[in-house]
């Protein structure tokens, strides 16, 4: 991330209105994930200060197109924290959007492959198509993620215009809008959110504010079909990771999803001859049938990504988001795409939309992601070593399986690895754990004096649940959790309903009843006490967990994350009050 540039005198002198009030006008140019969430979070936070904002969305594309029309070119892997912190924000992903819930990665290498299990054991990462699904999909049976975002935004209020944004200019100080379709919009603030793939990037550079594009590196990936039982047979609900050594590849990933595995290819130069070495790899080959063969028409692209962040994202009226201001070096571009559209629309509702109010607020956060990716980078040179030494690999191995196969050790690797690969944790994170001198200890012996077995499908275990949908299934005379004992996560209600009771003098007590988008265990997580009750199923229900450590970091970074709980809370008290008020006047009249 650069710092900012010289500001063109005309911008200082024509801005005329650098806050947000009400009936201000906002024009978001590109409906992805940035755009979206951006403009979902700036109309809840305008709904909780009273002020009504109008916003348009500018998106021509209808992402429930199968092919390139709909697609958005991307490995379509929502991360464990972001699938909790949605969750938390009110937005659970549906299974219909949900391609396949993902449990597990396997890593495999020449010497073996060994598979790192969630946690919780539960579903928490998903896959989804950002679009309508590969060329010559045919049956749409599921929901574009893209188009899911695009509908919350305009369920809060938004229009959708679509149409091409081909001319972003000043009038009276205020930017405009001109689009292919002949419409012309002035805006006191204009977002882009255009993402790297897209022409109208280069359109904001030559707007003369000192915004500059970000650094990008070319990368590929495909879709194969395969169909359900052979992704269940091969594949399982694992993403499966490959540290090969191979030149020029960085990272490479199988991503299952509905009939068809993504292929991810992450690196430097990426051309169709390292696709071909990597799919012919002894480790690649095994994730597909002994007699598949690549078919000669697959859908495929070579997707710029943004490795480096752009020079002064934000002017008078203007920011820049996702990615095309900055993102994860790697991963989790949808993670980078929320932080961004989140502290951008904060800044604009709360402080003010000037160039100095983003260089004031938006700008550092931009610079935090920009930091931890060239400690990234440093975690992948790392990681390149590794590879390229065989006693290493054995050792990175060793250690991990041991992890995953001794109840209760302490998953030093598995955790490094978990959070590398899911994007759970910054890279500084993974970084400091892997200099604490244990996890140095155990990995130098396992390197050098080992004598764990590297078993050959120890990765493998045939999932048997339902493969969309997130979290996990919880069935009645199941409990989820128990009064008096100690808690440390809470729960989202992805779908089914539960029955909060306390126990009292040997009786049973029915608190309340909850339903999809509920929550609860907060109490024990806030407090850092027992749990207040017990909650059991009525009915099949599917429950997300939130990480307690993971969840508390972020409230940190982010208050307004604390406000959904507070809300609930709040109206759960006022429930309280009456009923007691209730019982209360019940009693008195019956003494009186
Ligand atoms: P916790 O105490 O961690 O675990 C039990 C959970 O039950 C508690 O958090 C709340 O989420 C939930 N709970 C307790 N009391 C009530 C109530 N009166 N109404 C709804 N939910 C409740």
Redesign the pocket.
Known sequence: MSGPGPQPKEMQKTAPQLTLEDGSRVGVIGGGPAGSLFTYFLLVMAERIGISLAVDVYEPRDFNQPGPAGCNMCGGIVSESMVQLLSTEGINLPPSVVQRGIDSYVLHMDVGSVRIDTPRREKRIAAVYRGGGPRGITKLNYESFDDYLLKLAADKGATLIRDRVDGIERSNGRPLLRTKGGLSNEYDLIVGAVGVNSTTVKMFESLGVGYRQPKTARTFICEFYLGKEILRAYLGTSMHVFLLNLPRLEFAALIPKGDYVTVVLLGHGIDAELVESFLNAPEVKKCFPPRWRMPKEYCRCYPAINVLGAHKPYADGMVFIGDSGVSRLYKDGIGGSYRTAKVAAKTAIFHGISAEDFQKYYLPACRAISTDNAIGKMVFLVTRVIQSMKFARRGLLRMTSREQQAAGARRQMSSVLWDTFTGSASYRDVFLRTLHPVFLGRFLYEMFVGLFPIEKRLWFREDKMALGGLGKVYRPGEVI?R?GEV?DC?YVIQSGKVE?V?EHEGKEIR??E?GEGD???????FEK?V?????RPLGDVRVLTVDRKMFLRKIHDDPSLAFMIMQRMSR?LR??NAELTRLTSERMDSVG
């Open positions: 959790v009064q808690g809470m909060v306390r608190l309340a909850l929550f609860f265990g907060e109490m024990a997580l006490d749990r207040s009750a017990t909650v759960r429930e309280l």
